[in-house]
């Protein structure tokens, strides 16, 4: 295999390209290898998060972020009726629908409507991105911060 | 060249495999910390409430999402606002004929029958039409007439309704009747979701459907669940907490659902012989049994009598458990309760006998 | 290097070539499969990596961009434009690097430029919304780079095939 490479380099004129290779080689395969690391280990990170996400016996709730800064939280136990927010200031167009522990963006006044088209969020680590507004919407599981409950659960 | 290529080859190729090994192993390692400690929740809306089912064991995940659907499999045989359940199948062909249903209809239908019986109507599934005219089903609140009240009331007797076994059917024999099983699906539901659940390999598990309370197993630390009965004053805070496993805690109240007008405030619990709102001196009541089913409607049925015809059906049956918070806050527990059941701070509980 | 006039006309020729496919593969997938705005498959980066054989990574960077500016000019939007542009470029970077190297082959190369496209567009979110959630649609988008890496590679071969007449003298590209 070191003899083609010479060969081919001998043929050159200089510049840095050469011919391109047209065939698949062994080379390709730590290309391959690495890009399909990559997408392994993301994976699992992500997946990994999600379960300790999914583990947390805490309260629901959908929250806002705009700029990495939370704007919006609600409490997802508590939504029955519908309820509609404008949580973005000066952007009135831009609405997260909270309803039946579900929630989602209604409207946007993003080009490419693809956060509305992501639908309703309910389980910890589902979320909507819209990147023209800088805005994701995420539902995550929290325990409560007050601490130690004298219950685990309460009737009502 | 060829020399120093090949060495380069290997080279590389080294490092790839060993980059690949590091993984596997973190890999392994991250997998198996998930095993040992296994805990899953799901959290989701049914029956036009918040539920939340936690399992503790190897087959939790799978066992939570296999009691979810079950839940969402009886909301869709049960729920009276969807016009495809079995439900409204049976309220369509009221004074027509009998409506063919499936196994779980039918048996929810005839536990609800005998709850009727043993509580002596007190508590009434063909309490719907009245519900209707109070604007409780459609959130459109209404004060209505004594002549609507009345008109109403003709249409609930639970001895109107007529079962057949073996052809399993329900048939509501008068005209406009309609049967509403919202104070019995969510126990018959947790009585479900505790059979899904034990069918996997689970230890232990804690159950909220919309406040109706069921616990089995024991805890991590092999402690008895603590299960608080909330306040109907303050619902943030609760009256007392019950340590014990293997329960269904469901308390009803007034404080539930309800309307304000004119200064008066009107509940949804109703009282299946006059058509209205029952006036009770019991602002909550918490029926605790191993059977999720019986403490759905003895909850509703025994805050229609009162205090003190609730205390004498205690008496008479004593195969629950039951705690009364009076409109005076005062907290009556039968005495079963003694060791299980202790009053918040603040608090303090008179057990009877 | 001097480039004669018949370099600019090919030139020409590939920035309308790319913006061609670029516009069109937009309209056979749905952009909302995908959490980028103006995020496609990135089958016009054929035209890239036949441009960076053929011509080197000056002219083949000019190419990238003006194809990046006219398809914004085309269809407006300014956060796709940014995406593209910056996904563009860190596709062309890796590319060029691993042309450079010379033992990759195409599918090594295209396979790169694909995975470091969606890379920077992801990283390029992430910094934007300055959340890390965006991280989440990375695999994804990466097994996918695998496959339209490999089909850009194989598109390439007829093409380059096509564009040189070998010449049993020199072996040398005649175009």
Redesign the interface.
Known sequence: ???R??ENAKKFDGDSRGKPILHFV?WDL?VL?LVG?LA??TF?SVY?YH?HM????G??FAVLTVDGEEVLRVD?????EQKLYSPIEGNPDFVVCIE???ACIEKSNCKDQICVAVGFL??PGDMAVCIPNRAVLKIV?EEPSSGE???????? | ??FS??KQ?CA?ARQ?LS??LL?GIL?SS?SGC?AKKN???V???SM???M?I?AYGKEA?LAVEAAKLRVYELENLFSRTLDTSEVSLINQNAGIKPASVSADTYKVISLALEASRETDGAFDITIAPVMDLWGFTTDTYYVPSSDERLAAAELVDYQYVELDESSQTVFLTKENMEIDLGGIAKGYASDEVQRVLSSYDVDAA?I?LG???A?FGE?EDASL??????DPFD?SS?VG?LTDTDIS???S?GY?RNFTQDGKTYIHIMNPDTGEPAESDLASV?IISADGSQGDTLSTALFVMGSEKAMQFWRSHQDFSVVLVTSDGEILASKDLVGTFAA?EGNEVTFFS | MKYKAKDYTRFGIMISLSLAISVAESWLIPAVLFPVPGMRLGLANVVTLVSLYFFGIAPTLMIVVSRCILTFAFGGNLVAFLFSLLGGLCSLAVMHFLISRRHYSVFGVSVGGAAAHNVGQILAAVILTRTIDMVAYLPVLLIVSLLTGSVIAIAFIPIYRACTIADKNRGRDLY
């Open positions: 295999m070191g003899q490479f010479t062994k730590l290898g690391m392994v280990t699992l990994l379960n999914k583990a947390n016996t309260d629901l997802l136990s508590q939504s029955t039946n522990g579900q309910s389980k599981s409950k004298p219950y685990d659960v309460i009737s009502q | 060249m060829l290529n090949q080859i590389h790839y980059v690949c993984c890999l991250l998930g805990t899953a929740t959290n989701f809306f036009n409430t918040y939340t936690t995940d804690m909220s406040g109706n309370v616990v805890k669940w603590k299960t608080g009965i909330a619902l609760c907490i805690v469901i308390t109240g539930e918490s918040s």
